[in-house]
Every structure is written in structure tokens, then in C-alpha cells.
């Protein structure tokens, strides 16, 4: 990522603190290791940010940043099994690697 892409993210990030409620736009689904996945990309550009939530957060708590980047600026944000509008999974991820393997599942699913 050029540096100037990496500043513009950067500032992003540090602005939407101070910007209040912002929203994603309405989300896709993926079937995906017995588990139906919610994901939202955005923007268009040949590399793909990717906003990865924890401590039981969904994607939501990205729509902040998400919202203020240009549109040159492709996202991509997903709910983890069982977190926002993602349906759990019969054994939900339950360890870093776990947690991994189920990013590129759904990165592999969404293309």
C-alpha cells in the first residue's frame, strides 16, 4: 500500500472516533462451514483493507471508519459466527488459529 493510501487510512481511522453513528451499507451472506456469514465490501481499488472485529463485537463497530474512507478504498468487514447478523457455527472458532482459518474461509467464499 502506497504510504499516501496508508496516511489517508490512518486519518480515517483517527477521525471516525470523532464522528458519531455511521452505518454499512446492507450486508451479504455466505454459507460457510455450516454457518450462514455476513459480510459488507465496499470500494474498489486492487488491495482490499480487511476490518477484523474481537472481544464480541460484530463488523458494526467499523461503520465509523468504513464511512469515511474514500471510495478508492476497497473494505472488506464480516461478522464472526454467532456475533451481529452472522448465525453461529456448531463449534464456533475458539482460538487465534481457529479464528484465522475462518478469515480465509470467508475471504475465499466472498472472492
Not at 481511522?13 to 454499512?24: E, R, T, V, Y
Not at 482490499?48 to 474512507?69: E, H, K, N, Y
Not at 471510495?71 to 487465534?96: C, L, M, Q
Amino acid at each position: 500500500m502506497p504510504i499516501s493510501s496508508l496516511r489517508t487510512l490512518l486519518m480515517a481511522i483517527g477521525c471516525a472516533f470523532a464522528a458519531g453513528c455511521s452505518s454499512l451499507p446492507p450486508n451479504q451472506t455466505a454459507k460457510i462451514r455450516n454457518s450462514e456469514i455476513a459480510w459488507v465490501r465496499t470500494g474498489s481499488a486492487p488491495t482490499t483493507v480487511v476490518f477484523q472485529s474481537g472481544l464480541g463485537d460484530g463488523m458494526s463497530p467499523w461503520a465509523a471508519v468504513i464511512g469515511r474512507l474514500p471510495s478508492t478504498v476497497a473494505t472488506f468487514a464480516y461478522d464472526r459466527p454467532g456475533y451481529g447478523a452472522s448465525r453461529p457455527a456448531p463449534k464456533a472458532p475458539s482460538n487465534p488459529c481457529d479464528v484465522a482459518r475462518g478469515l480465509h474461509a470467508v475471504l475465499a467464499a466472498t472472492g
